[in-house]
C-alpha cells in the first residue's frame, strides 16, 4: 500500500493544523495505522493509532490536544492537531500495518513557530 501525507506548514504556537494520509487500497481490513514523528536528531515515536475497530491510542504528550480519526469510505485517515506546541515541530508519518508488515509515507514538515 502506498501512503500519501498532505496537510503540514507552518503554524503559531496555539493554532491547528490537520493532516491526511491516504492510501493507495482500502482501509476497512488494515489493521493498524497510525501517525508517529521524527524531530531532528530525534527518534522517530508514535504520535496516535487506531485500529481498525476503531480504538485509538495517544502518546501522553499530545493526549487532549491530538485527535486521529479514519474515513474507510475515503480511504484516509486523519490526525486533527490542536493547541500546537513549539515542541510539536516535526516530521509527520503516515504508517499502516498489514499482517506483519509495515508502510510509510513520506512525511510532512509541521513547524510550529513560537
Known amino acids: 500500500v502506498a501512503l500519501v501525507e498532505s496537510g503540514g506548514g507552518l503554524v503559531q504556537a496555539g493554532g491547528s493544523l490537520r493532516l491526511s494520509c491516504a492510501a493507495s487500497?482500502?482501509?476497512?481490513?488494515?489493521?493498524?495505522m497510525g501517525w508517529y514523528r521524527q524531530a531532528p536528531g530525534k527518534q522517530r515515536d508514535l504520535v496516535a493509532e487506531?485500529?481498525?475497530?476503531?480504538?485509538?491510542t495517544y502518546a501522553d504528550s499530545v493526549k487532549g490536544r491530538f485527535t486521529m480519526s479514519r474515513d474507510n469510505a475515503n480511504n484516509t485517515v486523519y490526525l486533527q492537531m490542536n493547541s500546537l506546541k513549539s515542541e510539536d515541530t516535526a516530521v509527520y508519518y503516515c504508517?499502516?500495518?498489514?499482517?506483519?508488515?509495515?508502510?510509510w509515507g513520506q512525511g510532512t514538515q509541521v513547524t510550529v513557530s513560537s
Open positions: 504508517y499502516a500495518q498489514i499482517g506483519r508488515l509495515g508502510y
Open positions: 487500497r482500502s482501509i476497512f481490513s488494515i489493521n493498524v
Open positions: 487506531i485500529a481498525n475497530w476503531g480504538a485509538t
